[in-house]
């Protein structure tokens, strides 16, 4: 049976080059908003030309996609490490910590509802937006579903497609929390989060 094969040195300078323009218009988004932001601004932050950009991205919208696609992976590894309502409750606490902090590293909230005002005249960021949703949903209902003894929580399946519809909205709504209400007492949304958790995960 062959090994693993490794990456050759072009290989790993293209996925550090995608990464750094990645990081780069994340950056640009957050403080310029979407539209602001142009290809040239994002090439400047990123601090190489706007032709070598365009060598890995057609335009900023194919960033976006790239952007949501990363975004999704980081989610589902999350995810692939809950084992109780307790790791979900301070997942949630240190996301909306990274919202609030305007963390470059994580999906900015007003970015995401940016990005989802967008999706109703880019169908690329629709479909990217409801595929990632749809990956999201799947991943916690399997976790929900799974045996115990498994690390899940042993749900019924039907209950668990329910709880992670209501798990998700929860989430959309503290996004929208992080900007409206950044200075929310820590010791109130936590005791928030964890009720909530609890009330959703509990059998």
């Known amino acids: 049976m062959k090994g693993k094969q490794a990456c050759s040195p072009e290989t790993t300078r293209a996925e550090v080059q995608r990464e750094r323009i990645l990081c780069a218009a994340q950056k640009c988004f957050i403080e310029h908003g979407f539209h602001a932001a142009s290809m040239a601004k994002i090439a400047e932050t990123a601090g190489i030309s706007a032709g070598l950009t ?11 996609l790239a952007i949501i696609e990363r975004q999704l992976g980081e989610n589902q590894r999350h995810v692939g490490q809950l084992r109780t309502c307790s790791d979900l409750a301070a997942e949630l606490l240190a996301l909306f910590g990274s919202w609030r902090a305007r963390d470059p590293g994580v999906m900015n909230a007003a970015l995401y509802l940016e990005l989802t005002a967008e999706s109703t005249r880019d169908p690329q960021i629709a479909d990217a937006l409801r595929i990632s949703d749809d990956a999201m949903r799947r991943e916690l209902e399997a976790w929900m579903s799974r045996d115990r003894r498994e690390g899940g929580l042993g749900l019924p399946p039907a209950v668990a497609a329910t709880r992670v519809f209501i798990l998700q909205t929860f989430v959309k709504g503290l996004a929208v929390c992080a900007i409206r209400n950044p200075a929310i007492d820590q010791a109130a949304l936590k005791s928030a989060i964890d009720a909530q958790v609890e009330q959703l995960l509990t059998p």
Do not use: C
Not at 58 to 63: F, L
């Open 54 to 64: 365009y060598r890995y991205f057609e335009n900023k919208s194919a960033i976006v």
